[in-house]
């Protein structure tokens, strides 16, 4: 069954090991901020630096494995129809929009909404790491500057994984302007259990 998680907000659920995880971009341009805790020891989380060392690329797509801080597969990914990706960035945060786009006034943020769907599993916010951020188009220039682009993921996109173990996953349809080219859209998810 297919859950639409609602513009600007997040959803935590939790996979075992086989389950397969479809993240869906309903409409197009819309990012989708994901982090991965191992559901045995919490402890273990996604690590960006160890998945781009162990994977040899900043681009991470099709046939790629999300790894994690212990240097362990935590998913591999099996599709994924866009293929731009971001493992770069932090989850926008309610300091990302004090700092980066000069606002004082509160503003829904993934850092917020992933650590508040995630407290159920009794992870905090400072556990959070830098998440996956699904569709999000990050360029970088020759001389190392960064911009964050448009996403090309059109409606019906999607990214297929699969649990290398039991996980607790945090997922958000993203709360930055910038990131999804200014306009909110939901992001949808469907739990494909692995077959016995």
């Avoid at 869906?24 to 982090?35: A, K, L, N």
């Avoid at 191992?38 to 989380?45: H, I, L, T, V």
């Avoid at 349809?173 to 469907?190: D, G, L």
Wanted: with cysteine; aromatic share 8%.
């Amino acid at each position: 069954m297919t859950e639409t998680i609602a513009k600007q907000t997040g959803a935590a659920l939790r996979l075992k090991k086989g389950d397969k995880l479809k993240v869906i971009d309903p409409e197009g341009e819309q990012v989708s901020d994901m982090v991965l805790f191992n559901a045995e020891d919490k402890r273990e989380k996604l690590s960006s630096g160890k998945t781009l060392d162990f994977e040899e690329t900043i681009l991470i797509t099709k046939g790629h494995h999300l790894w994690s801080n212990r240097s362990n597969k935590m998913m591999e990914i099996l599709e994924d129809t866009n293929g731009r990706n971001d493992f770069l960035l932090a989850p926008c945060s309610p300091e990302t929009f004090q700092i980066m786009y000069q606002n004082p006034d509160y503003h829904p943020s993934c850092f917020e909404n992933l650590h508040t769907n995630l407290a159920k599993y009794g992870i905090e916010p400072d556990d959070i790491p830098t998440a996956f951020n699904i569709f999000m188009n990050v360029q970088f220039a020759p001389d190392g500057k960064l911009s964050v682009d448009p996403p090309t993921s059109q409606a019906g996109d999607y990214v297929l994984l699969e649990a290398k173990m039991d996980l607790i996953v945090g997922l958000t349809a993203c709360s930055a302007e910038q990131s999804n080219n200014y306009s909110f859209k939901p992001i949808q998810y469907e739990i494909i259990p692995a077959q016995d």
